[in-house]
Every structure is written in structure tokens, then in C-alpha cells.
């Protein structure tokens, strides 16, 4: 059982920067890949942005540039810096992991981003 959970959301204004942060824990040895994922209202979940263990990324295209995400193995943490954010980007964040048994609805309860002025 993996367990994820999220901080570092909040109010922001456009222009602005956030971090967000995934803490990850129960059997981390099984984790492949962690990502995040984000819903805006009235919208499907996509992926933001999704990281392996060996360091590999991947972003979604619109993103790349403002987003980047990290990962402190030794912490079992992942980050998500946002930058020059955006009233677009405002959505519930949530934190997801592939396990390398291939199961991936693993979930972390979301945090609340919202640029507005």
C-alpha cells in the first residue's frame, strides 16, 4: 500500500509562483513514477507532469517552461514548482503514482490552486 499526500496549494496571483509537495508512504520501494494531475471545474483530470525514479520527466506541452517537476528520493517526496501561473491553472493539484506492478489508482486527496487578483 502506497499512501500520497499533498500540500503547498493556496491563492496566488497571476504571475505568481506556488510549490506544491507529495509525500509518499507505505511500500515506496514499489513506485515507479510519480505524477500530478490536475481538474479544473467543470473539466476532465490531466496530467501535468509525471517523473520516474531514475529522474526522467515528462510535461504536458502547454507547461513545459513554467512548471517543473522534481523529486527528492530520499524524502520519498515529490515537488511541483509553478511559476508565472496563470488564472488558467487554477484546478484541484492531485499527486498520483505508477507502482511498477502497473497499478495506478493511487491518489492523493488534491490541493486547491487558484491564481485570481
Known amino acids: 500500500q502506497v499512501q500520497l499526500v499533498e500540500a503547498g496549494g493556496g491563492l496566488v496571483q497571476p504571475g505568481g509562483s506556488l510549490r506544491l509537495s507529495c509525500a509518499a508512504s507505505g511500500s515506496i520501494s514499489s513506485i515507479y513514477v510519480m505524477a500530478w494531475y490536475r481538474q479544473a471545474p467543470g473539466k476532465q483530470r490531466e496530467l501535468v507532469a509525471s517523473?520516474?525514479?531514475?529522474?526522467?520527466?515528462n510535461y504536458a506541452g502547454s507547461l513545459k517552461g513554467r512548471f517543473t517537476i522534481s523529486r527528492d528520493n530520499a524524502r520519498n517526496t515529490v515537488f511541483l514548482q509553478m511559476n508565472n501561473l496563470k488564472p488558467e491553472d487554477t484546478a484541484v493539484y492531485y499527486c498520483?503514482?505508477?507502482?511498477?506492478?502497473?497499478?495506478?489508482?493511487?491518489w492523493g486527496q488534491g490541493t486547491q490552486v487558484t491564481v485570481s487578483s
Open positions: 498520483n503514482c505508477l507502482l511498477f506492478t502497473g497499478e495506478s489508482h493511487i
Open positions: 517523473i520516474t525514479t531514475g529522474g526522467t520527466t
